[in-house]
């Protein structure tokens, strides 16, 4: 059974030069998670859950801004959950600044916290959605247990007290990246030499396609890349009905996971390039597709594609307008006793493959929404991703998306 399952890691470092102050995987993921959320959403949630989308695009646009010629996925559910809990832990204009960047300044602590947890471990079906947590405190660093709580009580993040100097205790922080990923990721964490706080967050998709691709019908057939170099890739193909937009420029699909809560949908631009539509399209826009599509009878053709991706994100951070919490005045003061120490590095791994049988888990320009141009044909469709292409897989239950991404490159 064709499945779709992806991986990501969040490092987060406080550091002390401070200002006083395969499918058996499938299978056992499936049994082993733990909780199945609500399945409706209030309007709190709701909120953040937009907000939380718009800081995704917008950081997804930032990294990709210098140009890029490599595969991106990255997953926004667990960038935000940990700058929402760092951010419950700052004061003044550290804080300030984090959340206007995350577009939640109209929230309280408690209101981001009740949002975040209902998504922190989601069963639906064959699929699992799993975002764990876990803090790691120098041994001789006093955090207040106020922030302890929080992280605990509602970010279900775990406390250990470690010494990053022990090759021992280094050990066990890759450990549980590892055990968090299904050994997807296995990066070590590269300490500096004045971490003070560690803080981990790892998010695992595993999901079955709701109608699978048959392995009879996946063939090598061409794909022009971002350079617009022709490589052969292995293309699955399958035709039914789907969840279906198009328009003169653009084409849009959904392909479900089985029960229908997750779903994968891409984006294909035909006249221009996915970087190009990822810079002028806006968060409003997007949704926009996303509430025109319509069940139409077609056929898809996707390649399969495996990838792994890393970057420091602190870069596109400070250009959209986190900065303090990287400075000397960064005021941590609600998680640091006696001293408040500056955010020394956030780096994100992530992982996904896409094939007919599961392993563990684009751009153009368009006049207003798109939607004037749309073509109103409603003969079978082909929608052939034989080029660049953006994709996001979506908790549609909690209106929040879980992995981003840009495939550029399917080979490689």
Same mark, same amino acid.
């Given at each position: 059974?064709?499945?779709?399952?992806?991986?990501?890691?969040?490092?987060?470092?406080?550091?002390?030069?401070?200002?006083?102050?395969?499918?058996?995987?499938?299978?056992? $993921? $499936?049994?082993?998670?733990?909780?199945?959320?609500?399945?409706?959403?209030?309007?709190?949630?709701?909120?953040v859950?937009?907000?939380?989308?718009?800081?995704?695009?917008?950081?997804?646009?930032?990294?990709?801004?210098?140009?890029?010629?490599? !595969?991106?996925?990255?997953?926004?559910?667990?960038?935000?959950?940990?700058?929402?809990?760092?951010?419950?832990?700052?004061?003044?204009?550290?804080?300030?600044?984090? /959340?206007?960047?995350?577009?939640?300044?109209?929230? #309280?602590?408690?209101?981001?916290?009740?949002? !975040?947890?209902?998504?922190?471990? /989601?069963?639906?079906?064959?699929?699992?959605?799993?975002? +764990?947590?876990?803090?790691?405190?120098?041994?001789?660093?006093?955090?207040?247990?106020?922030?302890?709580?929080?992280?605990?009580?509602?970010?279900?993040?775990?406390?250990? =007290?470690? *010494?990053?100097?022990?090759? =021992?205790?280094?050990?066990?922080?890759?450990?549980?990246?590892?055990?968090?990923?299904?050994?997807?990721?296995?990066?070590?964490?590269?300490?500096?030499?004045?971490?003070?706080?560690?803080?981990?967050?790892?998010?695992?998709?595993?999901?079955?396609?709701?109608?699978?691709? +048959?392995?009879?019908?996946?063939?090598?057939?061409?794909?022009?890349?971002?350079?617009?170099?022709?490589?052969? /890739?292995?293309?699955?193909?399958?035709?039914?009905?789907?969840?279906?937009?198009e328009?003169?420029?653009?084409?849009?699909?959904?392909?479900p996971?089985?029960?229908?809560?997750?779903?994968?949908?891409?984006?294909?631009?035909?006249?221009?390039?996915?970087?190009?539509?990822?810079?002028?399209?806006?968060?409003?826009?997007?949704?926009?597709?996303l509430? #025109?599509?319509?069940? =139409?009878?077609?056929?898809?053709?996707?390649?399969?594609?495996?990838?792994?991706?890393?970057?420091?994100l602190?870069?596109?951070?400070?250009?959209?307008?986190?900065?303090?919490?990287?400075?000397? *005045?960064?005021?941590?003061?609600?998680?640091?006793?006696?001293?408040?120490?500056?955010?020394?590095?956030?780096?994100?791994?992530?992982?996904?493959?896409? !094939?007919?049988?599961?392993?563990?888990?684009?751009?153009?320009?368009?006049?207003?929404?798109?939607?004037?141009?749309?073509?109103t044909?409603?003969?079978?469709?082909?929608?052939?991703?034989?080029?660049?292409?953006?994709?996001?897989?979506?908790?549609?239950?909690?209106h929040?998306?879980?992995?981003?991404?840009i495939?550029r490159k399917?080979?490689?």
């Amino acid at each position: 059974m064709r499945s779709s399952h992806c991986a990501a890691v969040i490092v987060l470092f406080l550091i002390g030069c401070a200002r006083t102050g395969t499918q058996e995987a499938l299978d056992q $993921a $499936a049994a082993t998670s733990a909780t199945t959320s609500r399945l409706t959403s209030n309007a709190t949630e709701l909120s953040v859950a937009s907000a939380s989308n718009r800081f995704a695009l917008s950081l997804l646009r930032e990294t990709q801004s210098q140009g890029s010629s490599e !595969n991106v996925v990255y997953s926004p559910l667990g960038v935000t959950t940990l700058l929402d809990l760092i951010a419950s832990g700052a004061q003044g204009v550290t804080k300030e600044q984090i /959340v206007k960047t995350l577009g939640v300044e109209n929230f #309280s602590d408690a209101q981001l916290a009740a949002a !975040n947890r209902n998504i922190l471990a /989601v069963t639906d079906g064959e699929n699992s959605l799993a975002n +764990a947590s876990a803090i790691w405190i120098m041994s001789k660093v006093d955090i207040k247990p106020s922030f302890v709580r929080t992280a605990e009580r509602d970010y279900h993040a775990e406390i250990n =007290r470690v *010494d990053f100097s022990k090759e =021992r205790d280094v050990g066990r922080i890759n450990e549980w990246i590892s055990a968090s990923t299904y050994k997807t990721i296995r990066s070590p964490v590269q300490l500096t030499p004045g971490t003070k706080m560690l803080l981990t967050s790892a998010s695992l998709f595993l999901g079955k396609w709701a109608a699978p691709f +048959a392995p009879s019908q996946t063939h090598n057939a061409p794909f022009r890349t971002s350079k617009g170099v022709e490589e052969q /890739v292995h293309m699955m193909g399958e035709g039914g009905q789907f969840n279906y937009f198009e328009s003169t420029s653009l084409e849009v699909v959904e392909l479900p996971y089985s029960g229908r809560r997750f779903s994968m949908f891409v984006f294909l631009p035909r006249q221009s390039t996915a970087d190009d539509f990822l810079r002028r399209v806006d968060y409003a826009e997007l949704n926009g597709y996303l509430q #025109s599509l319509e069940k =139409r009878e077609g056929r898809v053709d996707l390649p399969t594609f495996k990838i792994r991706y890393n970057i420091d994100l602190i870069p596109a951070l400070r250009t959209l307008g986190i900065t303090r919490a990287f400075s000397t *005045d960064a005021d941590f003061d609600k998680i640091f006793v006696s001293h408040s120490f500056p955010i020394d590095l956030i780096k994100h791994n992530a992982y996904i493959d896409v !094939n007919e049988y599961g392993t563990i888990a684009s751009a153009v320009t368009v006049i207003g929404m798109g939607l004037a141009a749309r073509a109103t044909r409603q003969r079978p469709f082909v929608m052939t991703m034989d080029h660049p292409f953006l994709f996001l897989i979506i908790d549609k239950v909690a209106h929040t998306l879980v992995f981003v991404g840009i495939v550029r490159k399917p080979s490689s």
